[in-house]
């Protein structure tokens, strides 16, 4: 939130230079962003009227100009500015003015002519550009002679507060006047003087709430017989500006500044435009509403609406509709002025693109009891700027449905525990008087009722924090905590992550955290019978689902990459996917990663071999091969729509699937927005965070037997069905069986190959005899033959 110091100086004014005044804000709580001052260092400008113009004689776009500067004579300036007319008032540099970039403006000759001094432009002064070609432009009624910085109100900074979103109390200049009064324990003066409006006759508006647990108080007023060319003044205009809010029209600009100034968002409808009651209520199914931004929207049955008998004309404490906007020719104005409960409008401005000062505010809390002082002091300024007739307010009120503030007991003891200071009792009870508590007091504390517009007061740590803000965090001592350490007992047989993510990125990968929430098309593209787990309240449009797989973070960051001109990809990626089981959501822990690109940098040696699916295989392998458990895990080919045919694989752990990688199907790398042959895999995280623990045994003195067996089988059989077939054989002392060669070709059958395995096998305390490593060979030829079909060579 952006806030004027001078403004915010008219309510609260302590003994702080500026630098003081950000650090005691931040120190509050109420973080500062930055200061900016509103105008650059410049001298000698004032406000000046032109009192004649003519032609140059010499030049056909200069003027020769008289003009009044407040002095005993006027001067004359040589000006070149297209819209210097007679009459007019606007910024004068004089003879010794010194403007941005240390200009200084001097006595001089414009073709032959003496000129004494500048007439400026905004941008000149270091103003922002208002459009205008040419001088700035000041209103007829600004005082010849006077300081333009003093009449512009130059002299001031725009502080940028980013406040927490439980501080909505401070969303305005009175909440932030508070907050600096409580710490400079001075007083808050309000800088006007709030008098009722002359009203006359009962609004002929009705209006009624269907929905009062959401609206518990709705008032509205109309105002009619108004000027309507009546404009809004520039002091008003000025503090928007500084605000981050442009000028629109007198109506909404005097809403937009009771926003700002007292933090109640509002909004004043073409009276003309309305029909019957004015009633809050949930849209119906199928209604529509053009907002005031043009955009249509249609509407949720959840959806709080502001209607009449036509039907919706404003999403309540969102924006108004464009049907019932307040226009050149409005003749009558409906004011509003509501209190909208936060349950009722958090997230709906989200569901619909839109995000506004006035949801902003209503998310996080509006004081219940503001909306009648926000409406008079609306009426007020409307009528100083435009007069007109007021009528009486109409309102409808559920007071059982208003927020009431909590009485919340705080206990003396308990300050010092958690704050680590004694206080005395005087000092807390002046520090809640600061803040504007109910003060009771009890044997052993207080029990304090908070202002009804602090709805973030909820228990007595609340009430805590509130005594430390306001002593000051800086005053606390610095004690050493004294906690007893308890460290967790970690199991041998847990493999810890870190030498997980240390092996991927020894193999050159890098890590990659991205957001649980993913688009819901490319996850549906992508794994389409995985049901999600929508969001009702999402960050944005693209990130309405939860992740049923780490497959669209690891694609879109590869296609981030991709895009700024990097090929060589290797990423992984730890986290929870989320997959719904009827009523259930389960989350799972799962490592994933992705590969694209070469293998190798380019070099000199020409190795710019693109990565396979056997490099992926290899990764993965290497990821097993680190918990001990390669050994329990078996490959076997899948088919899916998410992988290219014949390039995919699925784990399997026991009869369980624990993972899948492939290739990404050539139809879906466009859609992701990935280019180049991309392969993926992920595999639950627990299968490999247990790991064998190492047992010593005693190394076997006995030669080792190895028989080098080549099977022929179906060309179709996965190597990993053969090596299932043998392992099935009980034979103790077999160390390994390892594959060294696949081969198809001269002497072997169509339809058929070679695969070729050679056994290990040692006897831990006597040398095997040759029949017995004859009888296992035997053994497990049988039994190759009887579960695949496989003969030997």
């Not at 007069?387 to 003396?412: C, F, H, N, W």
Request: net charge negative; glycine share 6%; hydrophobic share 40%.
């Amino acid at each position: 939130m952006k806030i004027s110091e001078n403004w915010l100086r008219e309510w609260v004014n302590p003994a702080w230079e500026t630098s003081q005044l950000i650090e005691e804000l931040s120190l509050a709580g109420l973080e500062v962003d930055g200061a900016e001052a509103v105008a650059p260092a410049f001298t000698g400008v004032v406000v000046a009227k032109v009192l004649s113009v003519t032609k140059h004689p010499d030049a056909d776009k200069l003027n020769i100009t008289q003009v009044d500067i407040g002095a005993e004579e006027p001067v004359q300036i040589v000006c070149g500015a297209s819209n210097v007319v007679a009459g007019m008032k606007a910024c004068c540099a004089t003879v010794g003015a010194v403007l941005p970039g240390n200009f200084k403006i001097k006595k001089a000759k414009l073709r032959g002519v003496p000129s004494n001094g500048m007439l400026c432009g905004a941008t000149e002064l270091g103003l922002p550009d208002t459009g205008v070609d040419g001088l700035h432009v000041l209103a007829d009624d600004a005082p010849v002679g006077e300081d333009i910085r003093c009449y512009l109100d130059l002299d001031d900074q725009v502080i940028d507060i980013d406040l927490t979103p439980n501080r909505a109390d401070c969303l305005s200049v009175e909440g932030v006047a508070r907050d600096i009064a409580a710490f400079a324990d001075c007083q808050v003066a309000q800088p006007f003087t709030l008098d009722t409006v002359s009203k006359q006759g009962a609004c002929p508006q009705s209006i009624q709430i269907d929905q009062p647990a959401a609206c518990p108080k709705y008032l509205g007023v109309l105002v009619t017989d108004f000027d309507t060319s009546a404009q809004t003044p520039d002091w008003i205009v000025r503090r928007l500006n500084r605000s981050g809010i442009a000028e629109k029209s007198l109506s909404v600009d005097i809403t937009n500044y009771v926003m700002l100034e007292l933090g109640q968002p509002m909004h004043a409808f073409d009276a003309d435009a309305l029909t019957g009651t004015v009633t809050v209520r949930m849209a119906n199914a199928g209604e529509r509403l053009v907002t005031l931004d043009e955009k249509e929207l249609e509407l949720k049955p959840d959806t709080l609406v502001v209607a009449d008998k036509a039907g919706p004309i404003a999403l309540a404490g969102i924006m108004g509709g464009l049907a019932t906007s307040v226009n050149d020719n409005t003749q009558k104005l409906f004011f509003e002025c509501a209190h909208f409960a936060p349950l009722a409008i958090t997230g709906k401005a989200r569901q619909y693109g839109l995000h506004t000062d006035s949801s902003h505010r209503f998310e996080r809390g509006v004081d219940a009891e503001l909306p009648e002082r926000a409406l008079e002091r609306a009426l007020q300024l409307f009528v100083e700027c435009a007069g007109g007739q007021v009528s009486e307010v109409s309102s409808a009120i559920d007071k059982t449905s208003l927020p009431k503030q909590a009485e919340i007991s705080l206990r003396y003891e308990r300050i010092k525990k958690l704050l680590g200071v004694n206080l005395e009792r005087q000092v807390v009870e002046a520090i809640f008087e600061r803040l504007n508590f109910q003060i009771q007091l009890e044997s052993n504390g207080w029990l304090l009722t908070a202002p009804s517009y602090r709805f973030d007061i909820a228990i007595e740590a609340d009430l805590i924090e509130e005594v430390g803000r306001v002593f000051g965090y800086n005053n606390l001592p610095n004690d050493a905590l004294v906690a007893p350490m308890r460290l967790p007992h970690l199991p041998e047989a847990i493999q810890e992550q870190m030498f997980i993510r240390k092996e991927l990125v020894s193999r050159g990968y890098h890590e990659i955290i991205t957001y649980s929430f993913v688009e819901e098309t490319l996850q549906n593209t992508l794994v389409p019978d995985a049901e999600a787990v929508l969001l009702q309240n999402p960050i944005s449009d693209d990130m309405k689902a939860m992740r049923t797989t780490l497959f669209p973070g690891l694609l879109q960051t590869l296609a981030y990459n991709q895009k700024r001109q990097q090929n060589q990809l290797k990423f992984f990626e730890m986290g929870l996917v989320f997959q719904r089981h009827g009523d259930e959501t389960q989350q799972t822990p799962m490592i994933g990663g992705a590969i694209v690109g070469p293998i190798n940098s380019p070099s000199w040696t020409g190795d710019d071999r693109v990565a396979d699916f056997y490099d992926l295989k290899g990764d993965v392998e290497t990821l097993l091969a680190l918990s001990h458990v390669q050994d329990k895990v078996r490959f076997e080919p899948t088919q899916s729509t998410l992988f290219h045919p014949g390039q995919a694989a699925a784990l399997y752990q026991q009869d369980r699937c624990v993972g899948s990688l492939g290739q990404l199907h050539p139809g879906l790398a466009k859609k992701a927005g990935v280019s180049g042959k991309v392969y993926l895999f992920q595999l639950e995280l627990d299968v490999i965070l247990t790991q064998k623990i190492p047992m010593a045994e005693p190394i076997s003195k006995f030669p080792e037997v190895q028989r080098d067996l080549a099977f022929v089988v179906a060309d179709d059989l996965p190597v990993q069905a053969l090596l299932d077939a043998l392992n099935t054989v009980d034979n103790p002392w077999l160390k390994s069986i390892e594959l060294f060669d696949i081969y198809r070709g001269q002497g072997i059958a169509d339809q058929q190959k070679s695969i070729a395995l050679t056994l290990k096998l040692q006897h831990p305390e006597r040398t095997l005899q040759d029949e017995e490593v004859e009888s296992l060979v035997q053994a497990y030829i049988a039994k190759a033959s009887e579960k695949v079909d496989a003969s030997l060579r």
